[in-house]
C-alpha cells in the first residue's frame, strides 16, 4: 500500500488510534511511519507547511527563499518562517576578525550577516553561520557541503568563499565575498532591457553554471533571488550564489554522511526539474540545472514562469510535483499572445507588443522548450550548449535547437493516456468499421455519380469551345446552359464572356461589306457594300434609320465623317462623294484623274477642322499612283504628292493634320509632310501592309497586312512617330483593318480568321477575341464613347460588340492556348525572362519554344536528351539548361540557336540527373541526380562542387537573393536541406512533414516563404526566418509542382488529377483550372504574372490567363 494510501487511512481514524494504526501498518518501514507521522502533525496545524501556499514550501522543501532581508545585498539566502530567528550572536558582535553589522537573509539552517572585517584587511563581507540550536548531524553536513560548493569554484560570475571557521560556541561559519545586487528579473525589469540585452546578461550565468557542474557541483535551487546583478564600473554583472541544496557529481563535498531523506523535495516548485519533483532525487544530474536554466529564461522572456505562481498557490503539493512532472508548457510566444499582460510586459522590454510576440516565436522558442523538454535526453547536454546556442542566436547564426516532431508529441500524449486512449481506439476503430461498412456503398455509388457529372461538365466545356470557334454560337450558348450551376468555373465564365461579348443581333446588308463609320456624336453607323449602297443605322439600338442610299454604281470601298459629322465621304472606283449628313443628299462628286478601273480608291481620310480630304487613287494601266488631298468645299485639288508606284493600300491624317501616313504593299509604312508632301520617314516591315490608323493623341501609327504564307503575316506593327521604335504585337491573323479606341489605350483588329480582337496597346497583351463573323473582317469602328465596336464583314453583317474597358481584375485575354507538337508527355516548362516565349520539356527527347502572346509554335531543339525531365531559362535569357534520361549530366544549351555550350557535372555524376536550377546571378547551375548527389557548377568557369543532397534529388529551388545564394534541396526520403552555396555549409535542416516525395519547392519572391508540393496531397508553406509552418493546403490528388506568381499573391500547383490548382494568398479561395487529360507535371507564371503556364503528361502545354481579382475567380473553392 503507497504512502498516500495510508496517509488519507490514518486521517479516517480518530486521533488516539492513528498511533496504533502506524504502528501496525508501518512495523516494517519506520522511516515511512516517521514521515507520515510528520504529515499528520502538519494536517492538525495551520501553520504547518501543508497549510501554506506551495511557492512559500521553500523551507519544508529544503530550498532557499526567493526573498531577501537587507534590501537586496546577500552571499546567500534561505527562506524561514517569521520569527524562527534564535542566535546569540547579532549586529555588533565579533566572530574572529568579522564584525556583525546588519541580517540580510535567513534560512532554515543559517543566517546571513553583512559583516565587516578588520584584519588583515579592512573590506565588507557576507558571514553565514549556522544558526542556534541547528546541530542535527543532517544540518550540518549540509551546511560543510555548502561552504566545500563555493570553495570548489573559481568564476568570475559565482560568488567566492574567502574564510570559515567556527564561533566560540562551536556553530561552524564561513565567510564569502559580498554581492551587492538584486535578482536578475528584478535587475532587467526595473533596467527596461531589452530581449537582446537580456540574453547578453543570461549567457554568463550559463557559464557558471558550466563550471560548477566541471567541478563536480549541482546547484538544484537556480531561480532568480540566486542569481544576483550588481554594477562593476558602471557594467551589470550576474553572480550565481547560494549552493545550500547543491549535490556533488563527483567526489564528497563533506566527509560528514550527507542523504536525503525518502520522501523530501529539494528546490522551488516554479523553477525544479520533473526529476526533483520525484519522491526519490537519488538520480537527479547537471540537466536538472539546464531545465532551471529554461525557466529562468523564460521568465526573463515573457515575464512569467511556466507553472504560474497564482496557480501553484492553489494547488496541492502531490497535485503541484504532478505538474512539475507531466504538464507541457506553452511556448513562450504562446504565453505572450494569451496573457493580459502582454502591453506592460512588452513595455518592461522596450518593445511593442506585437514586435515582442515576432522576436520570441522562432528561434527563441526552440532554444527555451529545448531546455524545458520533460525527458533530460532531449534537453542541451550542458549549460555551456545552452550559452553557445543563445550565442548563436545573438550573432545571426543558425541555432541549433529546433521544435519537436508531431509524432513525439503524440508519442508523449500516448504515454501519459494510455488506458484511456487503448480505450477509445477500440472503440473508435468499432465505430469507423460500423460506418464504412454502412457507407461504403452509398459512397462509392456518390462518388461514380459525381465522376460522370463532372466528366460530362468538361465534355461540354470543350464542345462549346469547339462551337465557339467554329463560329456556331448559339449551339455554343446551348451547351453552356445545360452546365450544373455548381460546376461552372472560371472556363465556363470566360466562354460564356465570349457568347456575351456581341451586344445585339447582325445587321445585314444585301451584298458583302467593304467599309463602314460611326459618327463623330454617336448616333449613326454608316456601312458600303459591293453594289455601292449606303445604309445607316442607329448602333445603339441596332436600328435602321433610313432607307439604302444608292451611292454609287459599283463597290464602295470607303466611308468617312468629317470630324464634325456634318459631312460623310464614300469612295467608289474612280471617284469620291461628299454627303450631308443630315438630309443624305449628295453635295459633291469629284472625279478622280483619269477614269480607273475597279479597285482603284485605296483610301480616304479627312483633316481635323473638316476642311480638306484625303485619298489615294492608282492610275492604270501605267500603276502610277494619285495620293491627293481636296478642298471638301470647293471640291478643288489642292495638293498631291509626286506620282510614283508607291502601291498604297491605305492612309491616314494625324489627329492634328500636320502628317499623313500611307501603307503599302511594298511592306513600308511612309510618313510625310501632309502641307508640303515633303516624306519625313519611311518604316519597313516583315509584311504587305493594307491598313493603317494614327491613335488619338497622334503619337503612335498601327499597320496590319499580310498575305498567306508571308513571313510576318499576322503581325500588327506599332510605331512611336516620334522615335521611329517599333514594337510588334502577334495578333494570329492577317489584319485587313485596324482602329484604336478613342483613348488610345486598346486597339482592334479584325481579319481574315472572321474574327475581331482587341489589345492593349502598351502592352501588346490580348485582352478580348470577339467571334460571330463568318467571313474576313474588312473594317472596324469604335463608338466615340469606346464602349461599342463595328466591324464590317464580306458575310454581308455589321455585327455592333460590346468593347467596354474591362473592369480591375477581369481575365485579361484568351484564357487558353493549348500547344501542340510534343509526341511524349511534356515533363517541364520555362518561360523566357526577357521576352514573350515559352520553353517545353518532352519525354520525346525535345524542347519546343512557342510565342505566348500568339501560342505559335516556333522552333524545336533536340538537347540528345532521350527523355527530357528538367529545364530551366538563365536570368539573362542567353541559355537553357537540360537533363533527363540517362545521361550523368545536365546540358546547357544556347537558347537561340540550340547549340551545346557546356555539361556541367560529366563525369562527377554517377547516376542520371534529375532537377537543374541557375542561381538568381546566372552564374551558377545546381543539378543534382538520382544517387543524391548535388553539384554547384560554374558556368563560366567550370569549377565544380560537390554537396550531399541525400536519396534521389526530386527538386531544387534557388532563394531569389542573388547576394545570398541559398538553395533549397528536396530528396526522395522526403527531407529538405537549404545550403549556403557560397561557403559550402548546410544551414538549416527543416522539418517540412511532408509524408513520402517533395515533387516541387519554390521560393517567395521577396523569399520570406518557401513552398512544398508532395506525394501526400499536400501543398505547405514555410516561413523562412523560422522554418516555422505558415498554412497547409490539402488537395485530393497528388500536388506534382509549384510556382509562386512574380508578385507573390498567388501560388498555383499541378495535380496527378490533371488540374492547376490556384491560391489567392489574400482571401485563401482556391480555384481549379481544368482542360488537361493526364498528370500536370509542370507549372509556371510569366515573367508579368499576366499569364499561368501548365505541363501535363498528355503531351500537351496550356495557357491560362492568371487571375486577379475576387471577380475574376468565379466560384473557387475556400
Known sequence: MDEERLFHLALEKPAGERAAFLEEACVSNPVVREHLEALLRAYEYPDSFLGKPAVNLGAAVESPPDRHAGGGDSGATEDVAPGARSLTEGPGSRIGPYKLLQPIGEGGMGTVYMAE????????????????????????????????????????????????????????????????????????????????????????????????????????????????????????????????????????????????????????????????????????????????????????????????????????????????????????????????????????????????????????????????????????????????????????????????????????????????????????????????????????????????????????????????????????????????????????????????????????????????????????????????????????????????????????????????????????????????????????????????????VQGLAFSPDGKLLACVCIRRPDGLEDVSIWDVLTGERLFALPEQRYNVANLTLSPDGTLLATASGDRTVKLWDARTGALIRTDRGDTTFRCVAFSPDGLLVAAGGGRENERGSGQVRIWDVATGRVRPISTGHTAWSVAFSPDGRRLATGGTDQAVKIWDTASGQEILTLRGHTDWVMDLAFSPDGHRLASASGDRTIRIWDASPLREGEPTGEALFTLRGHTDGVTALAFHPLVPRLASASTDGSLKLWDTQSGRYLSTIHPGIQEVLTLAFSPDGEHLAAAGGSDLFATVLDATTGTEVARPGEGVHTEPVSRVAFSPDGRYLASGDNAGLLLISDVTTGVVRRFPGGPLITALAFSPDPGERLLAVAAGDGEVQIWDTTTGERIAHPPLEHQGFIYGLAFSPDGQHLASSGWDRTVRIWDTATWERDEVIRDPAAAQCVAFSPDGRLLAWGTSDATVEVLRRDTGEIFTLRGHLDQVLGVAFSPGGKLIASASRDGTVKIWETPSSHEALGSGRP
Not at 159 to 166: E, I, N, Q, T
Not at 282 to 296: C, E, Q
Not at 328 to 355: F, N, Q
Open 117 to 600: 572585517q578588520t584584519r588583515p584587511v579592512r573590506r565588507l563581507v557576507a558571514l553565514k553561520v549556522i544558526k542556534d540550536g541547528m546541530d542535527r548531524r543532517q544540518v550540518l553536513a549540509r551546511f560543510e557541503a555548502e561552504r566545500q560548493a563555493l570553495a570548489l569554484m573559481d568564476h568570475p560570475n559565482i560568488a567566492k568563499v574567502l574564510d570559515a571557521g567556527s564561533t566560540d560556541s562551536g556553530r561552524p561559519y564561513f565567510v564569502m565575498e559580498l554581492v551587492k545586487g538584486i535578482p536578475i528579473t528584478t535587475f532587467c525589469d526595473e533596467r527596461r532591457l531589452t530581449p537582446r540585452e537580456r540574453l547578453e546578461l543570461f549567457v554568463p550565468v550559463c557559464r557558471a553554471v558550466q563550471h560548477a557542474h566541471q567541478k563536480g557541483v549541482i546547484h538544484r535551487d537556480l531561480k532568480p533571488s540566486n542569481v544576483l546583478v550588481a554594477l562593476y564600473d558602471g557594467r551589470p554583472v550576474p553572480r550565481v550564489i547560494d549552493f545550500g541544496v547543491a549535490k556533488a557529481t563527483g567526489p564528497k563535498l563533506t566527509e560528514r554522511t550527507l542523504f536525503t531523506e525518502f520522501g523530501s523535495i529539494i528546490g522551488t516548485p516554479q523553477y525544479m526539474s520533473p526529476e526533483q519533483a520525484e519522491l526519490n532525487q537519488l538520480d537527479v544530474d547537471t540537466r536538472s540545472d539546464i531545465y532551471s536554466l529554461g525557466v529562468l529564461l523564460y521568465e526573463l522572456l515573457t515575464g512569467t514562469t511556466p507553472l504560474e505562481r497564482r496557480r501553484l498557490e492553489e494547488t496541492a503539493l502531490l497535485e503541484l510535483l504532478r505538474l512539475v512532472r507531466e504538464e507541457e508548457p506553452p511556448k513562450p510566444s504562446t504565453r505572450l499572445r494569451t496573457t493580459a499582460a502582454l502591453p506592460a510586459i512588452a513595455e518592461r522590454r522596450g518593445l511593442e507588443p506585437k514586435r515582442l510576440g515576432t522576436l520570441v516565436r522562432g528561434e527563441l522558442d526552440w532554444i527555451v522548450m529545448k531546455c524545458l523538454e520533460k525527458d533530460r535526453n532531449r534537453r542541451y547536454e550542458t549549460a555551456n550548449s545552452l550559452a553557445t546556442d543563445l550565442r548563436r542566436y545573438l550573432d545571426d547564426e543558425p541555432v541549433l535547437a529546433c521544435p519537436p516532431t508531431p509524432a513525439y508529441r503524440f508519442r508523449k500524449f500516448a504515454r501519459r493516456h494510455k488506458r484511456a486512449l487503448t480505450m477509445a481506439g477500440v472503440a473508435l476503430a468499432g465505430l469507423l468499421l460500423a460506418v464504412i461498412g454502412l457507407a461504403a456503398s452509398t459512397v462509392f455509388i456518390w462518388r461514380a455519380k459525381d465522376e460522370l457529372i463532372r466528366s460530362l461538365y468538361f465534355q461540354s466545356i470543350a464542345l462549346a469551345d469547339r462551337e465557339w470557334s467554329a463560329n456556331h454560337l448559339a449551339r455554343a450558348d446551348e451547351v453552356l446552359e445545360r452546365c450544373p450551376p455548381t460546376l461552372r468555373g472560371l472556363e465556363w465564365r470566360l466562354l460564356k464572356r465570349r457568347l456575351l461579348s456581341k451586344a445585339m443581333p447582325p445587321l445585314r446588308h444585301g451584298n458583302a461589306l467593304f467599309a463602314c463609320a460611326i459618327s463623330p456624336d454617336g448616333t449613326q453607323l454608316v456601312s458600303s457594300d459591293l453594289e455601292g449602297f449606303l445604309y445607316v443605322w442607329d448602333p445603339s439600338t441596332g436600328q435602321e434609320l433610313r432607307d439604302p442610299i444608292r451611292a454609287h454604281d459599283a463597290v464602295c470601298y470607303y466611308v468617312a465623317f468629317s470630324p464634325n459629322g456634318a459631312r460623310l465621304a464614300s469612295a467608289e472606283d474612280g471617284g469620291v462623294k461628299v454627303w450631308d449628313a443630315k438630309t443624305w443628299r449628295e453635295i459633291d462628286a469629284w472625279d478622280t484623274p483619269t477614269p480607273m478601273p475597279a479597285g482603284s
